[in-house]
């Protein structure tokens, strides 16, 4: 079981970290509050990288996947526009941290999962947190039908092309935010659905993110 102490060495740790990213030009209050609210270094499974967990910088979290970098998280974050009310899928689970972000803005966040252990080790650590998202293995492609319309999708993986399946899930007046591209090189889309069901779409820069997984077990 990991160590959950969050002293006022991580906290003056992470407050530094806020301001290096706000330094950058993400100035959303919500989110950056959310993110001074969620210990990151609790969601690195080797709790001997402390220093590593307060630098804006991607790190691997084992199954071929990464936690993303903060600003990363902030930026994704900050472009979908979040309201307290709003019912929200994540697509890739990772380590939790960006669930845990999410829910220091709203109660409702479903996140799916494609990587059994990743999956099974989050699930635990996240109870152990008492954290209460609601958390799904299965193929982020599919999204999660049963529990449809969300009011905002993120995609926290690389996509080759946007999942009909997800823009499907979107609930007129919603938003999703997905990374599109292949090669470990993606561009961010911000997707908004009218009333009327149209779709239209904006691009927010070059990142790079692990390839989102379809169809495995």
Not at 17 to 41: C, F, N, Q, W, Y
Not at 102 to 127: D, G, H, N, P, W
Not at 203 to 215: A, C, T
């Amino acid at each position: 079981m990991r160590e959950l102490e969050d002293n006022y060495r991580h906290k003056g740790l992470r407050n530094r970290l806020i301001e290096d990213i706000r330094s950058k030009g993400l100035m959303d209050e919500k989110t950056l509050e959310a993110m001074r609210a969620v210990p990151r270094h609790l969601f690195f499974s080797d709790q001997a990288f402390l220093e590593k967990a307060y630098e804006d910088i991607a790190f691997q979290i084992g199954e071929g996947q990464t936690i993303s970098h903060p600003s990363t998280v902030a930026y994704q974050t900050q472009l979908l526009g979040l309201e307290k009310n709003h019912k929200v899928l994540e697509i890739g689970t990772g380590s939790g941290y960006q669930t845990a972000v999410l829910l220091q803005i709203t109660a409702k966040v479903y996140s799916v999962e494609r990587q059994r252990v990743l999956f099974q080790r989050t699930k635990k650590f996240m109870e152990q947190l008492n954290l209460n998202a609601k958390l799904f293995f299965g193929d982020g492609y599919l999204g999660l039908p049963a529990f449809a319309p969300f009011d905002r999708i993120i995609v926290t993986a690389g996509a080759p092309h946007i999942p009909e399946a997800l823009l499907l899930q979107l609930k007129p007046g919603g938003r999703m935010v997905i990374p599109v591209g292949v090669n470990g090189k993606q561009v961010m889309h911000v997707i908004d659905k009218s009333a009327d069901g149209k779709l239209n779409a904006e691009v927010h820069g070059e990142f790079s993110f692990v390839p989102l997984l379809e169809d495995r077990t």
